[in-house]
Each structure stands twice: as structure tokens, then as C-alpha cells.
């Protein structure tokens, strides 16, 4: 089976930029993970080269969706996916994230971990998680993993208990739990 690649609408339309999550950063959010992603499912938004989907499935997460509305970003993951023989595994969808988010019917369970990696300061990180909690993407028990500007402080978001922030040079990850 060969990797799926979903185009939806709302294409970048600006030059594309990627900025892939650091490699100490990926491996320090996977260390405070230990244990909870194998078996899980998962999801990448603002997925960039697709780090934290990959990395989800090569600890052992039963799926991932990767998304991310740049094609240079499409492409990069669907080879990264293929380098690493997880295209049983994975599913890319190169489309705007909000059209995605909004577009619930695709899926039958929510999802277990939920990665967010947004560009610093364009988009409000409480309206990114608002509208995830909102479309119902969040399983009970699973976690958003969001990364940020360090000048961003996380917002309280109930029902969501915030696990730890964690600070990586400019970037802070934020680990938010849904009891």
C-alpha cells in the first residue's frame, strides 16, 4: 500500500517556509512521553517535515495523519514516510488545518496524541485548541503536545490539565492532558 496523499482545498498560496522541530526538542517531547505512544493514534498539525507523526509511529503509534497545507511539506513527509517503511501507517493530508479540524466525518475514533506546531505568533494558540476540543479531535485520556514561541505563555483550557511547558532556547512545549 502505498502512502496516502489527501489534497484538500485552501492550498498555500505564500512562499513556503519549514521549519523542522529541532532534534534535541523532538527527543526531549518523546522522553516526557515514555510509554504513552505505542498502540495510540495520533496527529501532526502544521506537520512541516512531519518530525512528530513520524516519530510517533517509529515508537510504536498504530497511525498517524500529518498535515499541513504546504506541497513541499506534502513531499518531504511522503519520502521520510516511505524511508522509513510507515506508509501502512500514515496518512498525509496537504490542506489548510482549520479545514481540516472541521472535517470530523473523516474519522470514526479521535485522537490519542495530538501534535501542534503552528507559526510562531500568526495564529492564536486558544484558537487552534478552542476548535481542536470543539471538533471533538482530543480522545479522553490522550494528549495535545503543542509547541510555541517562548514569549507565548499557554492559556488555561479546561477540560484540558497542562502536564508541563518546557522551554528549548525560543521554542516552549506545552503538554496539556484530557482526564
Not at 11 to 23: F, G, I, M, Y
Not at 62 to 72: E, I, M, R, T
Not at 129 to 135: P, Y
Not at 155 to 169: A, E, I, N, Q, T
Amino acid at each position: 500500500m502505498a502512502v496516502r496523499l489527501s489534497s484538500g482545498s485552501h492550498k498555500n498560496s505564500r512562499k513556503e517556509t519549514l521549519r523542522p522541530t529541532a532534534a534535541r526538542t523532538l527527543e526531549a517531547v518523546f522522553d516526557l512521553l515514555a510509554g504513552e505512544v505505542e498502540g495510540r493514534r495520533a496527529l501532526d498539525l502544521f506537520a512541516g517535515v512531519g518530525s512528530y507523526g513520524i516519530m510517533a509511529l517509529r515508537r510504536g503509534a498504530v497511525f498517524a495523519a500529518l498535515v499541513d497545507k504546504s506541497h513541499s511539506a506534502a513531499r518531504r513527509m511522503e519520502k521520510a514516510i516511505l524511508q522509513f517503511h510507515l506508509e501502512e501507517s500514515a496518512e498525509l493530508f496537504q490542506e489548510d488545518v482549520f479545514h481540516f479540524i472541521h472535517k470530523t466525518e473523516r474519522w470514526s475514533d479521535p485522537f490519542d496524541l495530538i501534535f501542534c506546531d503552528p507559526p510562531y505568533g500568526e495564529i492564536p494558540m486558544i484558537r487552534i485548541v478552542d476548535e481542536l476540543l470543539d471538533a471533538g479531535l482530543l480522545a479522553h485520556g490522550g494528549s495535545l503536545i503543542f509547541e510555541h514561541s517562548r514569549r507565548e505563555a499557554p492559556p488555561d483550557v479546561p477540560p484540558l490539565v497542562l502536564r508541563k511547558s518546557r522551554v528549548f532556547g525560543d521554542t516552549t512545549v506545552s503538554i496539556w492532558d484530557r482526564p
